[in-house]
C-alpha cells in the first residue's frame, strides 16, 4: 500500500469516526450533567484544550462555523465551566465511548500504536488544534485511547484543511457550502448565507484538498507496510462496530 493509498482509504475514515462520540447519548448526557446543552458541550469541549482565549480564537481554529455561533455557545458555555475542565470531560467521553465500542476490535492494540506513530510524526507547526489535542493526556487502555486517537488525527487533518483552503483562495464558509451543504443549519448558517458557488470554486476546493494531503501525508508516511495494514484494519473494524 502506498502512502497515497494509505491517505485517500484512512482519512475519509478517520473524518467520520472521529466526531462518533459527539453525537453519543452518553456524551449529550454528560454535557448535561455539567449544565452544558449539546453545542456548548461541542464548542467548549473541543475548543477548550486552547485554553481560555477569545470566541474568534475558537472559530479560527474550528472553521465552517458561522463565527457567531461559535461566540454565542463559548460564551454562554464560560459562564458555566471553564474552558479547559470542559476540554478534559469532553476528551474523556472519547475515551468512554471507544471503551464502550472498540473492546472487541481486532487488532486493536496495533492501531493504537500506528495511530501514535502518525501523532507523534505530525509535524504540528501551524496547526493549533492538533498542537493542542496531541498534548493532551490519553487513555491507558487500547480502546478508549483509540477513539482519542481518532480525534487527534481528525484535528491533524481538519487544521491542516483550514490552511489548504486559504492557499487555495477559499473562505471557510464557502467550502461548507460546497463540502457539505446539507449540515449549513447545523453550522448556524442559513440560505441567505449562501455564497456564488461556481466551477472555478469546485476546482479550488479540488487544490484544497490536494494541498490538504500534501500537508498531512509525511506523518502517515513513517509507517512501513505492516503498520498501515494496522491502521487500515483497524479503521474498518472500529466503522463495523458502528454497523
Known sequence: MTNDELLATACPLIGTLGAAFYFAP????????LGLDFAQFYVMGRGGVLGDVE????????GYFNPAMVEGAWTAGKAIIAPREAAREHFACAAA????????????EAFVAAAEAVVAAADPC???LFAAYSAEPRADD??????????VLREHR?????????????????????KRPNDVAMFGWSADDAPEITDATRT?????????????????????????????TGLNGIAATAG
Not at 452518553?26 to 450533567?33: I, P
Not at 487500547?142 to 480525534?151: E, K, N, V, Y
Not at 483562495?169 to 464557502?174: A, E
Not at 487544490?207 to 503498520?227: H, K, M, Q, Y
Open 26 to 33: 452518553a456524551t449529550l448526557g454528560r454535557g448535561g450533567e
Open 55 to 62: 470566541p474568534v480564537t475558537v472559530w479560527s481554529a474550528f
Open 97 to 108: 465511548h471507544g471503551r464502550a465500542h472498540y473492546g472487541s476490535v481486532d487488532g486493536i
Open 126 to 128: 501551524g496547526l493549533s
Open 142 to 151: 487500547a480502546a478508549g485511547r483509540a477513539q482519542q486517537l481518532l480525534t
Open 158 to 178: 481538519g487544521s491542516a484543511h483550514l490552511i489548504a483552503l486559504r492557499a487555495a483562495g477559499v473562505d471557510s464558509k464557502t467550502a461548507h457550502f460546497v
Open 204 to 232: 479550488a476546493m479540488v487544490e484544497a484538498e490536494r494541498i490538504t494531503d500534501t500537508i498531512v501525508a509525511p506523518a502517515f508516511a513513517v509507517l512501513d507496510d505492516a503498520r498501515r495494514q494496522a491502521l487500515v
